[in-house]
């Protein structure tokens, strides 16, 4: 198990990062229309070159990039800008400016997060789910990864949540603080039918703390429940997916047999 230091809400650490240098002489001033979009819950991030007479702003919404277009009249139009035979013009832009950077964001705040190992630590690709040790549909996801972790494909890394029911943290506590996590986490999934692993007799400080810390991530993180998944692509942006995978969604997360 890793133990670090409480992690800030995501997306607002990710987009606080992002924002743009203040104006300088010169520079156009700062449209009004921005900060009634942002008390709306949008996030302005930075500017971005469009055609004559509008003026293009990245952002994000609900973790969700976004383009804002300032037309001459200092109104707005938030959406998407098409070419001629409909194609986005603007989508890689916000891939650069937005979601690369709140990806690798998201991404640091997991890796330096309290986490369980399931598989070899040398598996090239890394899957972070927040689990709780009563969760079915945590187990079912288990279950359907064994053939990528067993055949050394695939780590997934358990950030550990006591949501599910009553004993929930001290189920949690007996397997962070086992003498091998790892061990104790199969073990819990290995007789979940039967009940999984033994609760804790009592939850120390320490656990709590790290509960709650890994509650508040899942949380900022953009999930409400368990499981909470989240991959990493090959161009440096982070997918997620809530709940148990179906269907093609599992080779999504876990990769090719």
């Known amino acids: 198990m890793r133990t670090k230091p409480l992690a800030r809400p995501?997306?607002?650490?990710?987009?606080?990062?992002?924002?743009?240098?203040?104006?300088?002489?010169?520079?156009?001033?700062?449209?009004?229309v921005l900060k009634a979009l942002e008390t709306q819950g949008?996030?302005?991030?930075?500017?971005?070159?469009?055609a004559d007479g509008l003026r293009g702003f990245a952002g994000a919404i609900q973790e969700r990039p976004v383009a804002i277009y300032v037309t001459p009249d200092g109104t707005a139009i938030v959406g998407t800008r098409v070419d001629v035979e409909g194609r986005p013009i603007d989508a890689a832009t916000l891939q650069d400016l937005v979601a690369k950077p709140m990806g690798k964001k998201v991404w640091s705040?997991?890796?330096?997060?309290?986490?369980?190992l399931d598989g070899r630590s040398e598996a090239p690709r890394i899957v972070y789910?927040?689990?709780?040790?009563?969760?079915?549909?945590?187990?079912?996801?288990?279950?359907?990864?064994?053939?990528?972790?067993e055949a050394g494909k695939v780590q997934l890394r358990h950030i550990l949540v006591g949501v599910i029911r009553d004993d929930s943290p001290a189920k949690a506590a007996a397997i962070l603080r086992a003498p091998d996590p790892s061990a104790a986490l199969?073990?819990?999934?290995?007789?979940?039918?039967?009940?999984?692993i033994e609760?804790?007799?009592?939850?120390?400080?320490?656990?709590?703390?790290?509960?709650?810390?890994?509650?508040?991530?899942?949380?900022?993180?953009?999930?409400?429940?368990?499981?909470?998944?989240?991959?990493?692509e090959e161009d440096g942006t982070v997918k997620k997916f809530r709940g148990m995978p179906q269907g093609d969604q599992l080779n999504e997360v876990l990769g090719p047999r």
């Not at 995501?10 to 009004?32: D, K, M, Q, S, T």
């Not at 949008?42 to 469009?50: A, P, R, W, Y």
């Not at 199969?186 to 999984?196: A, M, V, Y």
Request: glycine share 6%.
């Open 186 to 196: 199969q073990k819990n999934e290995q007789r979940f039918d039967q009940g999984g």
């Open 42 to 50: 949008l996030t302005v991030i930075q500017e971005f070159k469009v």
């Open 199 to 232: 609760p804790a007799s009592e939850v120390s400080d320490d656990v709590l703390e790290v509960l709650a810390r890994n509650q508040m991530l899942m949380v900022s993180t953009g999930f409400r429940g368990t499981p909470g998944i989240v991959v990493r």
């Open 10 to 32: 995501l997306v607002a650490a990710a987009c606080a990062a992002l924002l743009a240098a203040p104006v300088h002489a010169g520079e156009p001033a700062r449209p009004p």
């Open 129 to 149: 789910t927040f689990s709780d040790a009563n969760c079915p549909y945590c187990h079912q996801f288990w279950e359907a990864s064994r053939p990528w972790v």
């Open 109 to 116: 705040q997991l890796s330096e997060s309290s986490w369980v």
